[in-house]
Structure formats: C-alpha cells, structure tokens
C-alpha cells in the first residue's frame, strides 16, 4: 500500500500564501537546458528535471521553478535544471533523471506526468535518493507524488466564463489530450453548464497522443483561439503550456474577448504585460507550494512521500482576482467553491 504524508499546517499556510501565483511561455522546448547556482554549504542539491518549455515558460514550469527557488534561498545550496525536448522517449527522461541522481542531487523533481514511468525505474535504482513528481502517481517510498485537483479550479473558471459571456459561447482549447488535460476540460465544461447550461463550449486539444509538441507550440495555440474567436466565442480558457501564449495574444487582438490564464497567474506575468487587460482570471495551480514544501521536507530530514493532493479546500487551486475583472463575481464564485468544499457539487475528471 502506498504510504501517504498529510499536509502540513506550515503546507497549507504557505499555499495561502501563494494564491499570486498551467500556461504560456517559451518556445525553446527542443533545448536541453541547465544551470546552477554556488553550493550553499549545508543547503541543498536540487536537481529539477523540466517538462517541454523548460524555465521561461511562464506558467506551468514557472511555478515548479519558483519553489525551487524559494527553497534555494531559504535553504542555500545549488540548482540543476534539465530540460525534456518534445522528442523524448523513455530512455530519454531515465537518463535525465539518473544524471542528476549520479552527480549528487537529492531531492529530484520530475516536472510533468511524463517522467512517471521512468521516475518509477530510476527510484528504485536510487532508494536513498528522495524523488518528487508533479502530476502523477508513483508508488515507491521514497517518491512524492504531487497532485492537484485542476477540475475543481477549472470548474470555477467554467463559471466565470459563463457569467461573463455576452455570446453565450465560449472555448476550451487543450494541449493534448491526455487524462490530466480532461480534467481541466472536464472541470470548466461543468462550471459552463451548471451556472448557464444553453451556453455553448467549443472544445479544441492541439496534439494528441505520444505528441506533446501541444504544450511547447504557440503558433497552434493562437490558431485555435482565433478559430474559436471567429466561430463566434467570447471567453477562451486554455491549457496548454507555454502554447497558451498564442491564445492570449489571439484574445488581446479581438475587442470584447476575454482570456482565462492557467497555472500562474498570468495577468502578473512581465512577458504577458502587453496583454494583461485581455486576461480575465487564471486557474492558478500552485505547483511551487507542493515543490517547496517537497524540498522543506527533505531538507529536515523527514521527506515527504506517497500522494499528497492540493485541493480547491487546501489552497492547491483558485482562480487568480489580479485586475479586477471578475470582482463583480465574487458571490457566485464564492458559492461555487463552497458548494465544491463541503461536497454538494462533484466535479468530474472526464469528459
């Protein structure tokens, strides 16, 4: 049986803490990319194996990299990034991750449900190393499996685009379609209906399959928003990694649209600036705050490991209030989230 670790009191206070912070960025997702920092003394070897787009992306690796980083300060000691290329295979990403296991890195993070399969193999290989996963599942000791509960924020996403509609018709457009990505989509599809159910949702996924070039491909994000835009939909919500760039630069273009951001929040990213009075809200997922409180727990010594999930109730996942654009909301969202706390509304995770 997997051993699970409840949160912490100091987890959850840090994830209050880190509401301000799933899905645009960089397009340099072919590039294997490192760095690091001085040894800090006694610190810590953070070893971070990146999902495609890489540090930059301006949301999903964004956020695990400002945990990192949180807890490089606090902590001292030194930082390895490694960054996937969409043309990995399995071999690929064991190599990433046992490179950083062989040149002393402890803990490890694989950012991305792509590195569970081999975070599976190179822990077992490596069993006094601690390991971390975001958004997937590992059952070994000494991995800590850092999930969120993205429908419950993405429900919450689906209302506000129904409240703020004046078509009727909004969109949803995924990176691939992988189970993780429906559960956005399955998330705000609800929120839609149950606050508006004639409300009409345009649902488009970029790639699909073994192709995750969806989530590092801004061109295709702008393509699909556009297309949603000129099929007549007013609110386009996306989650596609750095290729939510494209769509809320296609957003920004057509007056009267709104974009919802996704993971960080997106209105307060500098290389978004230009188009923050386009951004409505974000689904933000605090992936630093599971990061950060992964490496806490190695740095004292008591790691953190089996499936420890940040939810709607634990601050895992809210909707961003940065520029104001949904302050008129307040009340239904609030009524939303209640509903979803005390279990009255059941989010799906499919379609």
């Not at 491909?217 to 760039?245: C, W």
Request: net charge neutral; with cysteine.
């Amino acid at each position: 049986m997997r051993r699970v670790a409840k949160l912490s009191a100091a987890c959850i206070a840090s994830a209050a803490l880190a509401m301000t912070a799933t899905a645009c960025g960089s397009t340099s997702a072919d590039n294997e990319g490192s760095s690091s920092s001085s040894s800090g003394g006694d610190g810590v070897k953070i070893g971070l194996a990146f999902d495609v787009g890489g540090r930059g992306d301006r949301s999903f690796n964004d956020s695990a990299a400002r945990g990192a980083d949180k807890a490089k300060t606090e902590f001292g000691g030194s930082i390895k990034e490694l960054t996937a290329k969409t043309s990995d295979t399995e071999a690929d990403r064991e190599q990433r991750l046992s490179d950083l296991a062989d040149a002393g890195y402890n803990p490890i993070v694989g950012v991305g449900f792509s590195y569970a399969t081999s975070m599976g193999k190179i822990a077992a290989k490596y069993p006094k190393v601690s390991f971390g996963i975001v958004d997937s599942v590992v059952d070994a000791k000494n991995v800590d499996s850092i999930t969120f509960t993205e429908e419950q924020g993405s429900y919450l996403a689906g209302v506000a685009a129904a409240l703020k509609t004046k078509k009727s018709h909004v969109g949803f457009v995924g990176g691939v379609d992988t189970p993780l990505i429906k559960k956005f989509e399955a998330g705000y599809v609800q929120g839609v209906k149950d606050t508006k159910p004639k409300v009409k949702v345009d649902v488009q996924y970029l790639t699909h399959g073994s192709d995750l070039s969806g989530f590092s491909s801004p061109d295709k994000g702008k393509e699909a928003a556009s297309g949603m835009l000129d099929n007549g939909a007013d609110v386009v919500y996306t989650a596609a990694g750095s290729s939510g760039n494209g769509a809320i630069e296609a957003v920004s273009g057509v007056k009267g649209t709104w974009a919802i951001g996704v993971d960080s929040d997106q209105y307060n990213v500098p290389g978004l600036a230009k188009y923050k009075a386009s951004i409505l809200t974000s689904m933000v997922k605090n992936v630093d705050v599971g990061v950060y409180d992964f490496i806490k727990s190695v740095h004292d010594s008591k790691p953190l490991a089996g499936q420890n999930n940040y939810s709607l109730a634990k601050g895992g996942v809210s909707l961003a209030t940065s520029g104001g654009f949904i302050d008129d909301l307040k009340s239904q969202l609030d009524a939303a989230k209640k509903k979803i706390v005390d279990g009255t509304i059941k989010v799906k995770t499919t379609p």
